[in-house]
């Protein structure tokens, strides 16, 4: 009984120890806690202030309606068309997967459908939307606002689908649009809005930045799970500008249902007097809005591992050797340098000897003496052999650049190729070899390494007309007035050379003996000058059953020839002569011609000349 007392001393001491500890423990805690209000609070109120702030407020990013894309007449293009879709938002639903199981029960998605939702939603922020499905009709969108409350994270809004409203026609020129791939550190905002759309080819990706337009944002004030209390401001996004184009829709429809006839093949077509393209078409051509609402993985392989190539612009990046187009330039370049006269004749048995090479003539029985407008005719290129001999390739690569080939023209199309004008330079920083005098007679005639394109070849035929740089232009300018009068720079020639290597254009076509008669107009149709050629695939003068390994056949030249208006460049791929490509060229001017006469019927009795198509684009603008 003597140590009871003491037990319970005992006791309470140790009980006074605990509750002195367990004191410490809480005071020390709510000193914590005190410590991190302060800090929170006060000392650092300047900073926390706002991330809560944005914890409240919900900041969304608005679309801008995309430019429209229009011809020269104001025919739509490419426009916009509004429709219902339904997003995803990540952090706002607990189980993704799940909501959209359940949205899967009014907007039929499948399991593979669902998973690339959800493998997109992973790679971006999970506060930004995510598109699940677009295209919704009316009662779609009301189940889902219906069922909203078991939905979390789930909204519907608007959206804009790119609409495309000529098909193949012009499906390379006004191209298309897709999904951003990757982000780059300098990149506009509104490429990364979730979904955005934006130009993959064509006018679509040469001329984005006009077109997409300046995103929009809508500040609200959400609650804790998300949903909007109030919108507190609206920054209204604006649309892109409206892009129009030099081409004449409609004419360029009728020029590629006349081009199916011939395969593959591709047409340039220029105003002389203000650089404008009326005409630029490639055929085969696809179905841009096919690919702009989705193509599917399988059909895009098809589509570009097709041997036709669809997807290529022919007009801007399919490089060809020039062949005998290429002598007008040769000549020229002849003239200039002085190396020949226009009464001197050069002898041509069907070959041209030079450094043990043999170069033979297109007519294999020779065309006996010729003078420089004989052999352009003719398409003589023996004589251009000795021209090139006499010249040299640098005066041949200066006259080449001077007369447009050799660089990018810049009009708007970022798939256009610079070509090839070969030289020593060239060579030597390309291939690591030096310049052998074979090839600069190959150059001369057209072949070798030289390669050009089709919108090249009609700048040459317009420069030569007009003795002037013109310059082509796709884009059309906000003032059609700036059209009127554009004072293209003159070419380093003599206007007594132009007019010699003119007429022998003009004889190529309309003299009995020319190579290209087939491009003659009739129906009373002014006279046109121009050069038909081949451009070599396979062996020289292949005829083989191989389509494939034909050569290709070309034309360059302008109309009419007293007073040129309109130049014009043709190649059609493996239809070895190049009167094939003449008669394209013909049948291509006739409808230019027919729709300027249709427009001066249409203008009254007053008989007053009709502009050209790209002025007659200003007055309807």
């Not at 005071?27 to 109120?45: E, K, P, S, T």
């Not at 593979?112 to 009316?138: C, G, W």
């Not at 791939?181 to 905002?189: K, L, M, P, V, W």
């Not at 003119?502 to 107009?521: F, W």
Request: proline share 5%; glycine share 10%.
């Amino acid at each position: 009984m003597a140590d009871k007392p003491d037990d319970d001393l005992r006791r309470k001491n140790q009980f006074t120890r605990r509750s002195v500890l367990l004191g410490c423990g809480q005071a020390a805690g709510f000193g914590l806690i005190g410590w991190r209000l302060y800090d929170l609070q006060v000392a650092n109120a300047r900073r926390y202030a706002p991330m809560a702030e944005e914890n409240r407020l919900n900041v969304q990013v608005l679309t801008p309606k995309r430019g429209r894309i229009l011809d020269a007449f104001g025919r739509v293009l490419a426009d916009n068309e509004e429709l219902f879709r339904v997003t995803i938002t990540p952090a706002l639903a607990k189980d993704v997967g799940a909501v959209l199981q359940r949205v899967g029960q009014i907007v039929p998605l499948t399991d593979d459908r669902i998973a690339r939702i959800i493998a997109r939603a992973r790679k971006q922020n999970r506060n930004l939307p995510t598109t699940v499905a677009s295209d919704l009709s009316f009662d779609q969108v009301a189940k889902i606002n219906l069922y909203a409350p078991s939905l979390p994270g789930i909204k519907t809004d608007f959206a804009w689908r790119r609409r495309y409203r000529d098909g193949a026609a012009l499906s390379h020129v006004v191209g298309f649009v897709g999904s951003v791939e990757r982000f780059g550190i300098d990149d506009d905002a509104v490429i990364r809005i979730p979904d955005i759309r934006i130009g993959k080819s064509g006018a679509e990706l040469g001329f984005d930045a006009d077109l997409r337009g300046t995103a929009g944002t809508q500040k609200s004030e959400v609650d804790a799970r998300g949903r909007v209390v109030r919108n507190i401001e609206t920054v209204d996004p604006v649309a892109g500008s409206d892009l129009h184009l030099t081409l004449d829709s409609e004419l360029q429809r009728r020029v590629v249902d006349r081009m199916q006839r011939d395969g593959l093949a591709s047409v340039v077509v220029l105003d002389i007097a203000t650089g404008a393209i009326p005409i630029m078409a490639s055929v085969p051509g696809f179905d841009p809005a096919q690919i702009a609402g989705g193509i599917s993985e399988a059909d895009w392989t098809k589509l570009s591992a097709s041997d036709d190539k669809p997807l290529l612009n022919r007009a801007v990046a399919g490089l060809y050797t020039p062949g005998s187009t290429f002598l007008i330039v040769t000549a020229l370049a002849a003239l200039e340098a002085g190396v020949v006269s226009l009464d001197e004749h050069v002898s041509c048995s069907g070959r041209y000897e030079y450094g043990g090479q043999i170069f033979r003539c297109s007519n294999p029985n020779g065309h006996g003496k010729i003078t420089l407008q004989e052999a352009i005719s003719a398409s003589c290129e023996v004589f251009f052999c000795e021209m090139s001999a006499r010249l040299g390739i640098k005066r041949i690569a200066r006259a080449a650049r001077a007369m447009g080939l050799g660089a990018t023209n810049n009009i708007g199309l970022p798939d256009e190729k610079p070509g090839i004008v070969p030289d020593r330079d060239w060579k030597r920083g390309n291939l690591n070899a030096g310049w052998l005098g074979g090839e600069t007679l190959l150059t001369g005639i057209g072949r070798g390494y030289l390669q050009v394109t089709p919108l090249q070849l009609a700048v040459v035929a317009a420069r030569m007309a007009s003795g002037r740089t013109v310059v082509p232009v796709l884009r059309r300018p906000d003032n059609p007035a700036t059209t009127q009068a554009v004072a293209f720079a003159d070419l380093p020639f003599r206007s007594a050379d132009f007019d010699a290597v003119r007429r022998g254009m003009s004889a190529a076509v309309n003299d009995a003996k020319g190579s290209a008669t087939a491009a003659r107009l009739g129906g009373g149709k002014g006279p046109v000058a121009g050069k038909s050629g081949v451009s070599e695939v396979g062996a020289r003068g292949t005829d083989s059953a191989d389509r494939s390994r034909r050569n290709h056949a070309l034309f360059v030249g302008y109309e009419p020839e007293n007073a040129p208006r309109y130049a014009l460049a043709a190649v059609i791929e493996h239809a070895s002569d190049g009167a094939v490509a003449a008669v394209l060229a013909r049948d291509v001017l006739a409808l230019v011609i027919d729709r300027d006469d249709h427009d001066r019927s249409k203008s009254g009795a007053d008989g007053s000349e009709v502009p050209p198509l790209s002025k007659r684009a200003e007055e309807a603008g």
